[in-house]
């Protein structure tokens, strides 16, 4: 179970502790683990795909009978797994990619549902010829690139900053920068929002992650 703590006094450790990262990691381990629980997002939960929209207009969960929009939340809320199809064609549940090749006149906008489901993002039919080729030609995939160019520059920046710096890591209140034998640095979790919370990304796989 993920536990989590009052940021600033994990800042405030850090700011003491002056760099001492044996000290930080001892103080930041006893401070008190908040009572809160992480929320799940409508767009993020497994009844969202289902929700139906009433004669007022209101989409409808069926979970909890309640009206919703993509970034209520409420205690139902189950967050959707990820389909074993994402992981072949390397998009994620409800990400638009398109796919571009001769059989089609131009290329056509897709979404894999968090029920495996690939779909037309525009609501037409995807026939099972369309399935079939896109799955078997998954190359022809067009993508949004994960990292933004500014992160980029940034793990650019880094590695010439910390030459022994390898790999960065979403964890707890901030971003930490370390290699196999110790943690370099602390940054803010702002300078990189594409990571992840728990996240570890070698800074060369962010380097090479731009287009």
Not at 36 to 57: F, L, M, P, S, T
Not at 158 to 176: H, P, T, V, W
Request: proline fraction near 4%.
């Amino acid at each position: 179970m993920k536990e989590y703590i009052e940021r600033a006094a994990a800042l405030d450790v850090v700011k003491r502790t002056s760099g001492d990262y044996v000290a930080a990691w001892s103080e930041i381990a006893h401070i008190p683990a908040a009572d809160v629980a992480e929320v799940v997002r409508c767009k993020d939960c497994q009844y969202y795909q289902d929700a139906k929209i009433n004669k007022k207009g209101f989409l409808i969960c069926p979970s909890s009978g309640m009206e919703i929009t993509e970034t209520d939340y409420c205690s139902y809320g189950a967050r959707m797994g990820k389909p074993r199809i994402c992981e072949v064609l390397g998009v994620e549940v409800n990400q638009n990619f398109q796919f571009n090749d001769f059989p089609f006149d131009e290329p056509k906008t897709y979404f894999v549902g968090a029920n495996g489901e690939i779909r037309n993002a525009h609501g037409g039919e995807v026939t099972s010829s369309e399935l079939c080729y896109i799955i078997n030609n998954a190359d022809y995939i067009i993508r949004k690139p994960r990292w933004t160019e500014q992160e980029v520059e940034r793990a650019k920046a880094i590695k010439m900053l910390y030459s022994e710096a390898e790999s960065i890591e979403m964890y707890g209140f901030g971003i930490r920068v370390f290699n196999r034998k110790l943690v370099i640095a602390t940054l803010d979790p702002s300078l990189f929002p594409s990571l992840r919370s728990n996240e570890i990304i070698t800074l060369d796989e962010i380097i090479g992650g731009a287009k």
